[in-house]
Structure formats: structure tokens, C-alpha cells
């Protein structure tokens, strides 16, 4: 069985402060993929980045970075210099190679001017 | 606009009734993905096709079913429907599993 924990249910910061989310994964496969998805209060979802259990380079993209460790099984995500426009909620999720995807229940991050 | 189209954008159905909610995927793209978002379940992925075929089931329960056509647009049927299926069903599409795109989604309410 796979499992998706995010300890933290609401985070609030003003704007400019970075803030990091958490992910803790659990899997017995040693293939797997990591995501990360945006909801914003419009509910669409945006998918944000994919990384595969192989691959544990740290990835940046503009003020968004990612932190994959495997020793900890964590997956974390840090917005640098947020924005009222980063206010959403964000999921993460594990895929295993079969392609079963398994989410977190999501952190709802809380951006104020 | 995402480029992934989802209808209706609302549904609203008895108890014990069938619907189906219709998903046509970024041009290009052959894989499409179906989840469930509800309150009680959260964000489920439910099942996924490839070019036609099933890829990955996840959690579907027997009264749903999906199909991808061959031109690649996707039906998820949901039958017998209880109030807990009321939910918010996204598909989305990919094509090489490096980026997937949304659509905007079905508000299914069972009453």
C-alpha cells in the first residue's frame, strides 16, 4: 500500500516570506513518481511538477523549488518571495510504475498582502 | 482555456440514476486520466486509458466505468448513483507523462 502524508493542513504567511510544504510518502516499490499539483480557490488543477524516484536532483522553476530526498521519504515544496497569487491549496501525490495514483490531503496555503 | 474540455461543467441527478461525463483532451495528447475530488475522499485517481486501452485503475468502484474512443476523447459512466458520488470529477491528458493539463471539471450532485 502507498500512503501520501501532509502534516500540515493550513499555512498562513504575508506576502514575500518563504514557506515550505510538506510531503512524507510511504511505498514498497522501488519505482515511483512524485507530484505536485495546484488548486486555486477557482478550483482548477494545475499540475506542477513530476519527479521520478531515480532522479533525486533538486529542481528550481522560477520562485518554486522542490527537495527530494529519498533517505526521508520526503518531497518537499518552498515558495520563495510568495505572493498573494500562490494562495491555494497544493497536493501532493505518488504514482507507482502501474500508474496508480495515490494524493495527499492538502495543504491550504494562505497568502496575505 | 486549458485545452482539455470537460461537459457538462454541472450535473445534477437523482439517486439510482446513470450519467456520463464526456472529457476531450488537449490536441496531441493520447493518455487521459479520471479523478474524483470529494469532501468525504478527498483528491482519488480513478482510472486512466492510453490510446484507447485501460493503462492503471485506481479507486473505481464497480458502478463506474470509462472508455477512451478512437478519437481519444473519454466517457466516464457512473451508474446507480448514491449521494456520496456526489463529487467534482477532473480529466486531465498528457502526453509523454512530463506535464498534464486539467480540465476544468464536473460538479456531479446526487439528490
Known amino acids: 500500500a502507498q500512503k501520501v502524508t501532509q502534516a500540515q493542513t493550513e499555512i498562513s504567511v504575508v506576502e514575500k516570506e518563504d514557506v515550505t510544504l510538506d510531503c512524507v510518502y510511504e511505498?514498497?516499490?522501488?519505482?515511483?513518481?512524485l507530484f505536485w499539483y495546484k488548486q486555486p480557490p477557482s478550483g482548477e488543477l494545475v499540475f506542477l511538477i513530476r519527479?521520478?524516484?531515480?532522479?533525486?536532483q533538486n529542481e528550481i522553476s522560477g520562485r518554486y523549488s522542490w527537495n527530494f530526498q529519498k533517505s526521508t521519504s520526503s518531497f518537499n515544496f518552498t515558495i520563495t518571495a510568495s505572493q498573494v497569487v500562490d494562495s491555494a491549496v497544493y497536493f501532493c501525490?505518488?504514482?507507482?510504475?502501474?500508474?496508480?495514483?495515490?494524493f495527499g490531503d492538502g495543504t491550504t496555503l494562505t497568502v496575505k498582502p | 482555456d486549458s485545452g482539455v474540455t470537460q461537459t457538462p461543467k454541472h450535473l445534477i441527478t437523482a439517486t439510482g440514476q446513470r450519467v456520463t461525463l464526456r472529457c476531450s483532451p488537449r490536441?496531441?495528447?493520447?493518455?487521459v486520466y479520471w479523478y474524483q475530488q470529494s469532501l468525504d475522499q478527498g483528491l482519488q485517481f480513478l482510472i486512466q486509458?492510453?490510446?484507447?486501452?485501460?493503462?492503471a485503475k485506481g479507486n473505481i468502484l464497480e458502478r463506474f466505468s470509462a472508455q477512451q474512443f478512437p478519437d481519444l476523447h473519454s466517457e466516464l459512466n457512473l451508474s446507480s448513483l448514491e449521494l456520496g458520488d456526489s463529487a467534482l470529477y477532473f480529466c486531465?491528458?498528457?502526453?509523454?507523462?512530463?506535464?498534464?493539463?486539467f480540465g476544468s471539471g464536473t460538479r456531479l450532485t446526487v439528490v
Open positions: 511505498t514498497r516499490d522501488t519505482t515511483y513518481y
Open positions: 501525490a505518488l504514482s507507482t510504475n502501474a500508474g496508480k495514483s495515490t
Open positions: 490536441s496531441g495528447d493520447l493518455s
Open positions: 486509458y492510453y490510446n484507447g486501452e485501460e493503462r
Open positions: 486531465a491528458s498528457s502526453v509523454d507523462r512530463n506535464g498534464y493539463t
Open positions: 519527479r521520478n524516484s531515480f532522479d533525486e
